[in-house]
């Protein structure tokens, strides 16, 4: 057989046909402009969050722990020493465990501020400088200074609220 026969084999040409359709179904499509901007927001506040945790256990690890005051109930003095200090220590991790978590969503509500504060502020100004980068501080130390008695308590709902406006606002613009 010639070489152009063989080429025009229908199950070579149907071959070939579906090698190009499993290669273009292989590609993804393309990221939009929104998509693009909510990835990088999420993996830079995924990056803040992970700092914050490690930085949170850090902090209990090189010291926080012996700062936590434990109460023990007046019914535990009959109790033996060894069993009152056993649930002393159980106490000392769990609110150790407590104030990790606390300091940890904080940090990453405060990293989510700051990155949808940028991504805000690059949409609406339509370029990518360092303008952004002020402003975003600018907005995410307005928030930390402004904090009251009630919101330092309940701050990872204020934080929750903002980050989602302002993604609402990027979206828009």
Not at 48 to 74: D, E, M
Not at 91 to 100: D, L
Not at 136 to 154: D, K, P, R
Request: glycine share 8%; with cysteine.
């Amino acid at each position: 057989m010639a070489p152009a026969e063989e080429e025009d084999k229908p199950w070579r040409r149907a071959k070939e046909e579906r090698l190009k359709l499993e290669q273009q179904a292989a590609q993804p499509p393309p990221l939009t402009d929104n998509q693009r901007d909510a990835l990088e927001w999420y993996r830079n506040t995924c990056l803040v969050a992970g700092a914050g945790l490690i930085g949170s256990i850090w902090r209990q690890v090189a010291g926080g722990a012996a700062q936590h005051q434990v109460f023990v109930p007046p019914r535990a003095q009959g109790l033996p020493p060894e069993v009152v200090d056993t649930w002393r220590r159980n106490m000392r991790f769990k609110e150790g465990v407590r104030t990790v978590g606390r300091q940890t969503v904080f940090v990453t509500g405060v990293g989510a501020l700051y990155f949808g504060a940028e991504v805000t502020m690059r949409r609406w100004r339509q370029s990518r400088d360092a303008w952004n980068t002020a402003a975003a501080g600018a907005v995410t130390g307005a928030y930390l200074g402004a904090i009251s008695e009630w919101q330092q308590q309940h701050h990872h709902y204020v934080l929750i609220v903002l980050c989602c406006w302002l993604y609402c606002v990027s979206a828009v613009l």
